[in-house]
Every structure is written in structure tokens, then in C-alpha cells.
């Protein structure tokens, strides 16, 4: 919902040297609340860019179907939670099972969030999962910045 978001993103693309097809952004659904309609807009005018935008934390919140209906989303990532509970729950497999089905069926490629066991894993790739990311295979690294002297860590991730 903010003002510049369109120019902040042509700004980081130019500055970058990304190509736009690089880029992915992620939006949950609360951005919509506020101002559906002005959401929609800036979401066209940011993929026209040739940017993908995905659905994140799909399935909390504020989930909706008309959210999916309303933009082309060119990914959707199951939130983590279902993924963590997915060993004891029957309902977080369903969910998972459910939304991957969705995905096929709107042929819009689906990441699993919160990847942290083999059992899980497993899962996945039984459900026809193809894309998931998590602990399993790698933490978070600390990169460093272009303006950072060596030795010195950046704070920024």
C-alpha cells in the first residue's frame, strides 16, 4: 500500500542490474484489506515490470479464494504452520493436499514453507510437492554488502 512501491521496485531493478524475471516479491493477503482494489492496481503495474509476485503465508489470515480469482499469481507458498504440524495433524496434511490440488488446478506452482524434517520431506514429495524450502536444507547466511570492509559482517541478511 505504500505510495512509491512501484517506483522503489523500478529504483532497486535499475540500480541492481536484476533483470526484472529475477525478481520475486511476496505479498500476504492482509495487504488487501485496507484497499483491495488500489492493492490489484499496483500488483499489475509491478508484474507488467515482469516481476513475479506470490501469495505468501497462504492458508492464515485472511485467506481467500477471490484473492487467487482476482490476480494471476504466479506462485503460492503454503504457510510453514501447516507444513510443522503436518506429522500430528491429519486437518495441516488435508490443508497441504488441498491447496497443492489448487495449485495444479489453476497450474500455479506451489512452495512449501518451514522444511525442516525428512518426514516431511516425504510428504511433499508424495503429495506431488515440487518447490519447498526450510532448515532441512540450509539456514540463513549473512552476505556481505558491497560497502562492507573485510572481516566486517553486514547486518543485513
Same mark, same amino acid.
Given at each position: 500500500?505504500?505510495?512509491?512501491?512501484?517506483?522503489?521496485?523500478?529504483?532497486?531493478?535499475?540500480?541492481?542490474?536484476?533483470?526484472?524475471?529475477?525478481?520475486?516479491?511476496?505479498?500476504?493477503?492482509?495487504?488487501?484489506?485496507?484497499?483491495?482494489?488500489? &492493492?490489484?492496481?499496483?500488483? !499489475?503495474?509491478?508484474? $507488467? @515490470? %515482469?516481476? /513475479?509476485?506470490?501469495?505468501?503465508?497462504?492458508?492464515? +489470515?485472511?485467506?481467500?479464494?477471490?484473492?487467487?480469482?482476482?490476480?494471476?499469481?504466479?506462485?503460492?507458498?503454503?504457510?510453514?504452520?501447516?507444513?510443522?504440524?503436518?506429522?500430528?495433524?491429519?486437518? &495441516?496434511?488435508?490443508?497441504? !493436499?488441498?491447496?497443492? $490440488? @489448487? %495449485?495444479? /488446478?489453476?497450474?500455479?506452482?506451489?512452495?512449501?514453507? +518451514?522444511?525442516?524434517?525428512?518426514?516431511?520431506?516425504?510428504?511433499?514429495?508424495?503429495?506431488?510437492?515440487?518447490?519447498?524450502?526450510?532448515?532441512?536444507?540450509?539456514?540463513?547466511?549473512?552476505?556481505?554488502?558491497?560497502?562492507?570492509?573485510?572481516?566486517?559482517?553486514?547486518?543485513?541478511?
Amino acid at each position: 500500500m505504500h505510495v512509491d512501491l512501484i517506483q522503489a521496485v523500478t529504483s532497486a531493478l535499475l540500480e541492481s542490474g536484476l533483470p526484472a524475471s529475477r525478481l520475486e516479491l511476496e505479498i500476504t493477503e492482509t495487504a488487501f484489506i485496507a484497499d483491495k482494489v488500489r &492493492a490489484l492496481h499496483v500488483l !499489475r503495474q509491478i508484474k $507488467a @515490470l %515482469g516481476v /513475479s509476485i506470490a501469495i505468501d503465508d497462504f492458508g492464515t +489470515g485472511y485467506s481467500s479464494l477471490d484473492t487467487l480469482n482476482s490476480f494471476p499469481f504466479d506462485k503460492i507458498k503454503i504457510d510453514k504452520s501447516f507444513l510443522l504440524e503436518s506429522e500430528t495433524s491429519h486437518q &495441516a496434511r488435508a490443508i497441504i !493436499r488441498a491447496v497443492l $490440488a @489448487l %495449485g495444479r /488446478s489453476l497450474e500455479v506452482p506451489v512452495l512449501a514453507e +518451514g522444511l525442516e524434517s525428512e518426514e516431511q520431506l516425504r510428504l511433499l514429495r508424495s503429495e506431488g510437492c515440487d518447490e519447498a524450502q526450510g532448515y532441512l536444507w540450509g539456514r540463513p547466511v549473512r552476505l556481505p554488502l558491497p560497502d562492507d570492509k573485510p572481516g566486517q559482517e553486514s547486518e543485513a541478511a
